[in-house]
T-cell receptor, first 114, second 115 residues
């Protein structure tokens, strides 16, 4: 099983749609969870951290289910500017002996159309 | 402005000609890392460093070297580049975990072509 797995997409949605991204991770001892956004040929940028209680930032809601080792990102009222690739990122407890490393999913591409 | 600076942004080189991609951060971060990104393969870690003079291999270290002589700098060295090292490279840094976990800050990337 891959360490961090995401649906590659692409997701093609109309403006205003609600879109959900899902991600599963294999290391049950994982400590921290993030969603990153990457525009074409640009660097990944932190979108939001994901907390056990779930968290919301405007139109974006992230949820974590530790029992199922599952993370989600919901975007409501999607905008053209939301078009990007969304990366699920996990910090395992003991990966490589370093607590600093992050494991990236391959990303899900979102295309929001007018 | 807090940032990770990579240079150069674009580089075309020939097989076997040694090159260095520089990376510098001004946030006093302990952790630094190099990734390469290829279509369909996502971000793959090359090397990482937990602090000055502490480096370790990531998932794809073959053909690369790094050094961490100062906290702010983490250069990536290709001693004898080959065409399969043509890729988009990212440097990233982050604080030591504990007291808040903010993930990595990435540099703008270096697009390397080896012919």
């Amino acid at each position: 099983r891959k360490e961090v797995e995401q649906d590659p997409g692409p997701f093609n949605v109309p403006e205003g749609a609600t879109v959900a991204f899902n991600c599963t991770y294999s290391n049950s001892a994982s400590q921290s969870f993030f969603w990153y956004r990457q525009d074409c040929r640009k660097e990944p940028k932190l979108l939001m951290s994901v907390y056990s209680s779930g968290n919301e930032d405007g139109r974006f809601t992230a949820q974590l289910n530790r029992a199922s080792q599952y993370i989600s990102l919901l975007i409501r009222d999607s905008k053209l500017s939301d078009s990007a690739t969304y990366l699920c990122v996990v910090r395992p407890m003991n990966y490589g002996g370093s607590q600093g490393n992050l494991i990236f999913g391959k990303g899900t591409k979102l295309s929001v159309k007018p | 402005e807090a940032q990770v600076t990579q240079n150069p942004r674009y580089l075309i080189t020939v097989t076997g000609k040694k090159l260095t991609v520089t990376c510098s951060q001004n946030m006093n971060h302990e952790y630094m890392s190099w990734y390469r990104q290829d279509p369909g393969l996502g971000l793959r870690q090359i090397y990482y460093s937990m602090n000055v003079e502490v480096t370790d291999k990531g998932d794809v270290p073959e053909g690369y070297k790094v050094s961490r002589k100062e906290k702010r700098n983490f250069p990536l060295i290709l001693e004898s580049p080959s065409p399969n090292q043509t890729s988009l490279y990212f440097c990233a840094s982050r604080m030591k975990p504990g007291g808040g976990d903010y993930g990595y800050t990435f540099g703008s990337g270096t697009r390397l072509t080896v012919v």
